[in-house]
Every structure is written in C-alpha cells, then in structure tokens.
C-alpha cells in the first residue's frame, strides 16, 4: 500500500513546488515592475495628481483596521464637562484648525493643497469611536500629513481635544464661534511627562518628534541626508558643545531645552523642548555607541 501511494505523494508535492515557485515569480515581477516604474521617474510625486480610487479605498480601509484595533483598549474618560470642551476648542484652535477647518471655517491654505486632504471633523464620530479618534490626533497617521500630538499635547488636553470633537456634531456656527472666541485667551498644555516606552528607543522616539533629525544626521535614525546641523554621530566622544559648553548630561539639557540661554546667536532654533524631554534625548545621545 505504502509504496504504491508514494508516486502520487511525489507528484503532488512538485505540483505544490511548482505552485509556490510560480507565485513567488509572480511577486517578484510585480516587485521589480514597481521599482522600474518607480525609477523610470514616470511614478508622479505631485500632490495634484490624485491616488486611484481603489489605493484610496485600500488605505482607508487599512487606516481602520489599525487604528480600531489599537484604539480597543483604550478606557474613554467622561468628555461632557463644559470646561473640558473649552480647552478641547483651546488645542483645536492652535492645532487642527488650519488643516481641517470648522463648521463655516474653510481650512488654511497649507490645508487645502494637500494630498490626502484633511477631512473636516465636525462629523468624525460618524466613522471613529471616541477611543479611535484619540488614538488618531495622539499617534498621528504617517504618510499622509496627520501629524501626531503625543509630545505636543499634555494627556488632558488630547482628550480635551476628543472631547470637542465628540461635541462638534450638536454644536450650531454660533455657539462654535462663540466658544472660539472665549477660547482665545486659553493656550493648548503640552506634554511633559516622558513616554512609557522603554529607554532607549524612548529618547530616539522623543528625539524624532522634535525634528532634530530634520537638521542634524544621528546614527540609528531613518532621516534626511541633512547638514543644517553638525552630524551628532558618537555624541559621546565630543567634549564640546556647539563650542561653547563642557558636554555633560546636564549642559547637553540645556543646550536642546533653550540653545538661546547658551548661545543667543546660534542657529539652531528653540524646539520647546520641555526640560524632562530634552533629558531624555540628551541621556540617549550620550549613550556610548
Ligand atoms: C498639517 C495638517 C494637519 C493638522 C495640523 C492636523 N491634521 Fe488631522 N489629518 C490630517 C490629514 C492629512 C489626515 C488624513 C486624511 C485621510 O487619511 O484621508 C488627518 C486625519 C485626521 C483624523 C481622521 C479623520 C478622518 O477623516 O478619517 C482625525 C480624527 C484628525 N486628523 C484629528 C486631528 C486633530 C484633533 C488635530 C489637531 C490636534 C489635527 N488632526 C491636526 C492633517 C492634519
Ligand atoms: C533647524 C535645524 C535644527 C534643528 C531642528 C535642531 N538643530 Fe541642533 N543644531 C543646529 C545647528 C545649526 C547647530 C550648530 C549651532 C552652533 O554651533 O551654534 C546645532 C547644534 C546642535 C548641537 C551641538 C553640536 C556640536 O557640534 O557641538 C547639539 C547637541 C544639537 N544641536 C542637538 C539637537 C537636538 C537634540 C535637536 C532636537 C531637539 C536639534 N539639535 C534640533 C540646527 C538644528
């Protein structure tokens, strides 16, 4: 029985063979022909072609699926106190406003051309949950422009911002503007408090989220091909800062909270930094590599 059996077992694992050989030819083509398109420079950047229909489907069904389930954890606090929905208005108007407008508020102009463009949110807890639209304004969404606000926004006022938004569908144009205009003395808090992340992709992930990357080449971070900044590759090697100061932990703070306190003629610029974040980046950087 057994040794009459064995052919057709062997023919079926060739045609299994030839089956997975076939389709991983078939990816690889599919592969390669994305990056001669890409290459070739006939792929168009601009963001005033459109995405085809169908990406834009795929990625907003993508962007779904992520987010509600990193959202399902999340324990909503109560968001109907009235002074919670004043800060909630405070943050939005320093932060969501030019790109996503308001109800009778057409978005800036740096809003209108982008590629997505923002959507308004006077209607966003049609399609997220409460927990959802947190999760978003907090982690952002990348490549499409959703910047996240984690560092630039204490906890109570994200969900303050939430909270807002949560309100947004009852509120009329005059009781939005009215609350707009009492907000206009109130500032948005940010976030102090270090992040629950491990140290060290904790100062790698802060260190990311001012941008210092954006001047400055760092080993181990994804960025620019920049010199707008002296590259900061084996920081701890250096004895200097910027010239001026001894680099210890302490001076290096102080440096990335307020370069101006050192240096008022220095070109780097005030990234407000708060000073328990600047620790962590500088504790990161000082770390020997
Ligand atoms: C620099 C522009 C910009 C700013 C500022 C901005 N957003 Fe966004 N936002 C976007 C873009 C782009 C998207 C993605 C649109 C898409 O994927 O279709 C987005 C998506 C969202 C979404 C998902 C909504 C949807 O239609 O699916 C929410 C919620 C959101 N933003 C909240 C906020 C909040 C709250 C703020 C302020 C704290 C804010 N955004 C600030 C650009 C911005
Ligand atoms: C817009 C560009 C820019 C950004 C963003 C920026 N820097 Fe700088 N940085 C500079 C420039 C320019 C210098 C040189 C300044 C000088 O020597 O006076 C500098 C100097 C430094 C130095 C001293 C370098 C040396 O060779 O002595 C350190 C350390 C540093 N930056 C860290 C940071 C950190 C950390 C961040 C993020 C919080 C950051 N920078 C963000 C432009 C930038």
Do not use: E, F, W
């Given at each position: 029985m057994a040794t009459r059996q064995k052919p057709g077992g062997v023919k079926h694992r060739?045609?299994?063979w030839f089956g997975v050989v076939g389709a991983s030819a078939l990816v690889l083509a599919g592969v390669a022909a994305g990056f001669v398109i890409l290459l070739s420079g006939g792929f168009s950047t601009a963001a005033t072609t459109q995405h085809f229909w169908i990406t834009h489907r795929?990625?907003?069904?993508?962007?779904?699926?992520?987010?509600?389930?990193?959202?399902?954890?999340?324990k909503v606090p109560a968001l109907t106190d009235p002074t919670m929905i004043a800060q909630g208005m405070a943050c939005?108007?320093?932060h969501c406003i030019d790109c996503h407008g308001a109800p009778g508020e057409a978005p800036a102009a740096a809003g209108r051309g982008m590629l997505p463009v923002p959507a308004p949110l006077s209607q966003a807890t049609r399609d997220w949950?409460?927990?959802?639209l947190y999760y978003i304004t907090k982690k952002g969404v990348?490549?499409?422009g959703m910047p996240a606000w984690e560092f630039r926004m204490s906890e109570h006022s994200l969900w303050s911002t939430v909270a807002l938004l949560a309100a947004m569908p009852q509120l009329s144009i005059s009781q939005f503007d009215d609350l707009k205009a009492r907000s206009q003395s109130s500032t948005c808090p940010v976030n102090t408090v270090s992040p629950q992340t491990p140290y060290p992709d904790r100062g790698e992930m802060l260190l990311r989220q001012?941008?210092?990357?954006?001047c400055h080449r760092i080993e181990g971070v994804t960025g620019p091909k920049t010199y707008a900044g002296p590259e900061l590759n084996r920081w701890s090697e250096r004895k200097y800062i910027a010239g001026v100061l001894p680099n210890?932990?302490?001076n290096l703070t102080q440096w990335i909270h307020n370069p101006q306190s050192v240096n008022p003629l220095t070109m780097m610029p005030n990234l407000?930094?708060?000073e328990s974040h600047a620790e962590e980046i500088a504790r990161y950087l000082l770390a020997p590599r």
């Open positions: 060739h045609k299994l795929l990625l907003d069904i993508g962007l779904s699926v992520s987010v509600n389930a990193a959202a399902s954890h999340i939005y108007r320093m949950s409460t927990a959802a990348r490549m499409t001012y941008a210092c990357h954006s210890t932990r302490q407000a930094v708060p």
